[in-house]
């Protein structure tokens, strides 16, 4: 499947997330949320792709990129509103 701006804009607005100054907002608060990775070059990359994708529809992505034993206690207190974890892209991404 694959990402259909226009389609996610069209779900957004019919769900009353309007976009305001390019955030898209209900009831006069921002559509927001932290994404929590680990902080190096691989999860770095892919939080920054994915922090682009979610802003071309409205949604606010706070980065928060940390090192593995940080990032493993806000894991472990489930402290966190979404979290990318565990990928291993390798030496070749094909």
């Given at each position: 499947?694959?990402?259909?701006?226009?389609?996610?804009?069209?779900?957004l607005?019919?769900?009353?997330?309007?976009?305001?100054?390019g955030?898209?907002?209900?009831?006069?608060?921002?559509?927001?949320f932290?994404?929590?990775?680990?902080?190096?070059?691989?999860?770095?990359?892919?939080?920054?792709?994915?922090?682009?994708?979610?802003?071309?529809?409205?949604?606010?992505?706070?980065?928060?990129l940390?090192?593995?034993?940080?990032?493993?206690?806000?894991?472990?207190?489930?402290?966190?509103?979404?979290?990318?974890?565990?990928?291993?892209?390798?030496?070749?991404?094909?």
């Open positions: 499947q694959t990402y259909d701006v226009a389609a996610a804009n069209k779900l607005d019919e769900s009353g997330w309007k976009m305001v100054d955030v898209r907002k209900k009831d006069n608060k921002p559509l927001t932290r994404l929590y990775s680990q902080n190096t070059s691989d999860f770095t990359n892919i939080s920054q792709k994915l922090q682009q994708a979610w802003k071309k529809v409205g949604v606010d992505v706070d980065v928060q940390q090192d593995v034993t940080e990032l493993q206690q806000v894991i472990d207190k489930h402290q966190y509103d979404a979290v990318l974890y565990g990928i291993a892209i390798g030496p070749d991404p094909d």
